[in-house]
């Protein structure tokens, strides 16, 4: 088992969507993986994606081609963690935030987030204030999460929360902010009630704000 | 010397009396200077046209970047374009499904036919209000930005992969939009055309990739309109590795951005190419002190003013949240800065 979740690891990393979707057939068939373990190597493709785009091996090409990998892997893999999920917990509203197309950890968040049991509304990359605010309001969702790649992205983090406050919602939803470069400090300062940096410490941060 | 004669004189290889200050101010910073919101000005063309001349007078630097109505340019291919209050102007519907699509683009045949519903009025409008000391720079779409634009551009980065032909086969479909309207921009009066490509950066896209399906079509609009007026080559953030590559392009200028270090590109094209560039518009311009403006120019004159083939600019457009002051500060350091 160890070496089919380090395979599928690699596959992402290289953005073969068969190849990743193939592996993650295999670890279904064999039954053995536990949840936390396939996301600990999701975690690890997505980092490793990310610190080769850091470092000018990999642009937004390819790390486009990897979260398709990770997409492929997911609707496999969906059904199998759904049934290994932690009950209902409450429905999410999440997406890029405007000004970031970033794709990858959004979507491995959102397939971790369904599959464990949460009702997700996914709204894409470089999502409008009022996108958010009216999905928010449509859906009644206890949390709003919104993924910022880079600290760039603090304008339109503060304004979603501003226009939260500036129509009474901010009271009625927990707002998560999560990316790679966030940090307790930056939270703080946008004023979001929790942040997250990769697939475990979303879950955790959903499940303690939701009461899970 | 005025600052038409300033900026053609370093284009002529020649030493101006000092280093011309151009900074990259459209449409997302110029309408706050007359009071106004970037959706009014959306709607308004000649509000952004006033906006930039406004702007001008105000701050003093040499130059002013002429563009289409803020939605007119994605809207010369037929994108639907929106903007709220003083965001950028998004495209709200792209326009490239799949292949089968490319036939159904509205490129426009001619330069006579961009200038339909008014779409030139802002350009016109500044290149009589400037006058003739001012230089007046069209700003047009390379051919690889507007495939990415009616393409949407999260389904244009994933085709590099999924179906490069399509990549290659919707830039070669835009080339006669950026020749129409670069042609159509010059017609009016323009001093020099800037052609932005900013989604081919290395920021964005690999060098290999740049140098397979943007470098020829650049290599192509510029060969064109080239030989009408010069061309600014704008490819904003990281473009350092392919920086050489522009350079053999044909373009009189390359407009860097921030990431790009200044004295590493001087050494290795400023020889054959004129640089502009390259203070940091958001972190610099947008949030620095007027003490980091000043030191930001300071090192830029210091990196690239030597023996001339220089102007200075912000790397990128200036947002429409930067202090007036600090823009005021770039052009008072770079004249200070910038004497010969």
Known sequence: MKDILENFELAIIAGNADTSADLADAIVRQGQATADEIFDHLAAAMKEVGARYETGEYFIPEMLRSAEAVEKAMTVLEPYLFERRHEQAGIIVMGTVKGDIHNIGKNIIVSALRASGYEVHDLGVNVSTEKFINKVKETSADLLLLSAFTTSTKPALLDIIAALESRGMRGDVKVISGGASHSEDFAREIGVDGFATDVKSTLAVCRSLTGD | ?340
């Open chain 2, 1 to 340: 010397m005025n600052s038409r004669e300033r900026f053609f004189s370093v284009l002529a290889g020649e030493i101006p009396d000092r280093v011309p200050v151009i900074p990259v101010v459209d449409g997302y910073f110029a309408p706050k200077i007359i009071g106004r919101d970037n959706d009014e000005c959306f709607l308004d063309r000649i509000c952004q046209a006033e906006a930039l001349a406004a702007s001008l007078a105000r701050f003093g630097y040499d130059g002013v970047i002429a563009e289409m109505g803020l939605g007119d340019e994605p809207n010369v291919l037929g994108c639907p374009v929106e903007v709220e209050g003083n965001d950028v102007p998004l495209v709200v519907e792209t326009l490239i499904g799949g292949r089968e699509d490319i036939g159904k683009l509205k490129i426009p045949a001619d330069s006579s036919a961009v200038a339909t519903g008014g779409k030139l009025e802002p350009v016109r409008w500044l290149v009589e209000a400037v006058g003739a000391g001012q230089v007046v720079l069209g700003s047009v779409r390379s051919p690889f930005e507007y495939a990415a634009t009616v393409r949407g551009l999260y389904d244009f980065m994933t085709d590099f992969y999924r179906d490069p032909e399509l990549v290659r086969d919707l830039v070669t479909a835009c080339i006669p939009a950026t020749l129409a309207v670069g042609k159509a921009l010059i017609e009016t009066g323009v001093d020099a055309l800037v052609i932005k490509d900013s989604f081919a950066s290395s920021s964005m896209i690999s060098p290999d990739h740049y140098r397979e399906f943007a470098w020829p079509a650049e290599v192509q609009v510029i060969g064109e309109l080239g030989g009408l007026a010069p061309v600014v080559l704008h490819i904003c953030r990281n473009s350092m590795p392919i920086l050489e590559d522009m350079a053999k392009t044909g373009a009189a200028v390359l407009e860097i951005d921030s990431p790009v270090d200044l004295a590493a590109a001087k050494a290795a094209v400023g020889s054959r190419v004129v640089l502009k560039g390259n203070i940091d518009a958001a972190a610099v311009i947008g949030k620095g002190s007027l003490d980091d403006v000043e030191a930001a120019v300071r090192y830029a004159m210091s990196a690239a003013k030597a023996g001339g083939g220089f102007i200075l600019s912000s790397g990128d457009s200036i947002p429409n949240t930067a202090p007036e002051n600090n823009l005021t500060a770039l052009v008072e350091a770079g004249k200070k800065y910038g004497k010969y």
